[in-house]
């Protein structure tokens, strides 16, 4: 079944379990080589999510959760509260990978739930792996259910700009803002994509660009200092950008330069879509409580080997930034769409659910 | 008197004429090797032009003169008219090399003026060779009389935002924008630079990082996508940035990305400048005349022998946007300062002169 699931919806399934094992695709070997990689070690795992072999907001909510599932299967323990404890030790270690997408906390605690309720060592095993398979299996139902909701949102012979990966490779598959522009065309639409390069890690040339040219889906690729100009040149129509925490108040996080495509989007009067499934929400923080992660300044002096900055240089490399709600057209969930005033329709969302 | 210019301004003269050759630094070796390369003749003066060995608008009209006067020195002409039909066929092979700053048509019309009002083969060639150093002389002359006005714009403690290079690697030494900024802290203010990567070529970390570290001025290193964040931040009080050429409306075209750093900056309250000088400005064009020179879009899809997207992808790689006037808070020349209503504040720039 999971074949068929894969070859239904995209060719690319970036993350599967088969026999015990945690098979995941390696992000930093794209585009330039496909490769699959196994796990069976949920250190393994952490450190895949820590060096973007696997990233993307629901795809390492999900790796998360295997990665626990991998925790009790190489638990010796053979009490309960033993196998908790190891769970627990695995579940720091895989939650301090990354601090900004709220999904990889979502989906351990989803897991330590399950495995609290369960009775003895096998059953506890045996709970937190379905429970890891089946949240792959709803993270391609859900972002179905997006892209079904968020192309009507959507018409024939849009040219749609995105930013950074929020497709099959940012999820189990399908992907929330590409699977939006795949169930757009699969909708019998005639589309385009503008993909922003998404500096310093490019994403969106690695990526975006890769993963739609294997799906067959007309793509171009722009540096992100693009964006003005081919807004200005009304080579666009419309935006959409996947995310790593929604608040309740509609402020978005999302990769790093979310925010000023957004405002080229606004001051053009180019409609800019948010997709993310709930589990990108985070109903509880503010603003000020979010921690963006910032990260090594290697990754903006130099690209592999090549070194494209002095020695020695200061650097600021945050990975997200903060679109405010007031930017943002409307964020699509596999519940519906909400629109502003945002308060009220995210938590019509969450009552519905 | 050449050495001493040098020491003075800044450790690094970009353009210099050396026993009838013509001496540039390679930037494309930058900001690995400090290669500093001779020139005899004007073809390859042409292509240096071409693939950026030498850029920023100041610097190519400086090095497209020299290359005039490589050609001149090259004729075999025995007759003012064959020489002057020489001096043309250079002049049209350096001009098609980049579309964009009018500073390559300035500095190759004053050459060709001149050339014409020489008597004969002599003169012209001892004219042409005058002309185009007294305009490398005069560029350092200009970019300190653009820093002396420009710094009184920036106060004590400001931490200034540039894109891509407008400094001593753009014009012969000193520079427009970072020229500004080493009068600035030359007139013993304390400032702190931030410099935007810019890509696809990096001018931003591989030259604008590089001149400023060599210089002892704090600079910091930005992704193109962290321009928005580092604002909303409360990191940027400031921004200056060069010209490829104004028009005499106030639209500003320079290296690609400038529009949105100048529409980000207007967002949150944050002076955006422009310091170039009267050779850049064009007064007989609109806005639909300019051509903005496309690039090879293998800019975009790698970094030196690293790929960074899909094969056969397609790539929009445009050199340069246009900011509009209600963006910008004022054009830095030698003259002086244009401000709003930008028609009129220029037009008294040229009477003035």
Tied chains: 1, 2.
């Excluded at 699959?36 to 909510?61: K, M, Q, S």
């Excluded at 793509?219 to 608040?247: E, H, S």
Aim: glycine share 8%; proline share 4%; charged share 25%.
């Amino acid at each position: 079944m999971k074949e068929e699931t894969t070859t239904l919806h995209s060719s690319l399934r970036t993350i599967e379990w088969k026999d015990n094992k945690l098979v995941m695709i390696d992000q930093t070997k794209l585009p330039n080589e496909l490769v699959f990689v196994e796990f069976t070690d949920y250190n393994d795992v952490a450190n895949a999510i820590r060096t973007l072999v696997v990233r993307g907001a629901p795809a390492i909510g999900v790796s998360g959760a295997f990665g626990l599932a991998l925790a009790a299967l190489q638990s010796k323990s053979m009490t309960k509260e033993e196998l908790i404890e190891d769970l627990e030790k695995a579940r720091k270690i895989l939650f301090e990978t990354r601090p900004t997408a709220v999904n990889l906390k979502w989906g351990l605690e989803k897991i330590m739930k399950v495995a609290n309720e369960g009775d003895n060592v096998n059953e506890i095993k045996e709970l937190v792996v379905q429970t890891a398979k089946k949240m792959a299996e709803d993270d391609v139902k859900i972002n179905m259910a997006m892209g079904k909701h968020g192309s009507e949102l959507f018409n024939d012979n849009d040219t749609i700009m995105t930013h950074c990966n929020a497709g099959a490779l940012a999820t189990v598959a399908y992907g929330t803002a590409l699977g939006v522009i795949r169930a757009t065309k699969e909708s019998g639409k005639k589309i385009k994509v503008i993909a922003t390069e998404t500096r310093p890690v490019q994403q969106g040339s690695r990526l975006t660009a890769f993963e739609l040219k294997h799906d067959g889906i007309d793509v171009t690729l722009i540096p992100d200092t693009a964006v003005g100009y081919t807004m200005a040149q009304g080579l666009v129509n419309k935006v959409i950008v996947g995310a790593d925490r929604i608040l309740r108040t509609g402020h978005v996080y999302n990769k790093i330069g979310t925010y000023q495509v957004a405002t080229m989007a606004k001051q053009h009067g180019i409609p800019f879509y948010v997709a993310a499934p709930l589990s990108t929400f985070d109903l509880q923080s503010n603003p000020e409580d979010v921690i963006i992660e910032q990260r090594n300044g290697s990754e903006v002096t130099g690209i592999g080997d090549k070194k494209t900055a002095p020695d020695g240089i200061n650097v600021i490399n945050p990975a997200f930034d903060m679109t405010p709600p007031e930017l943002i057209s409307g964020i699509i969930t596999e519940k519906g769409i909400a629109k502003a005033p945002f308060g009220e329709s995210i938590k019509k969302l969450f009552e519905a659910n």
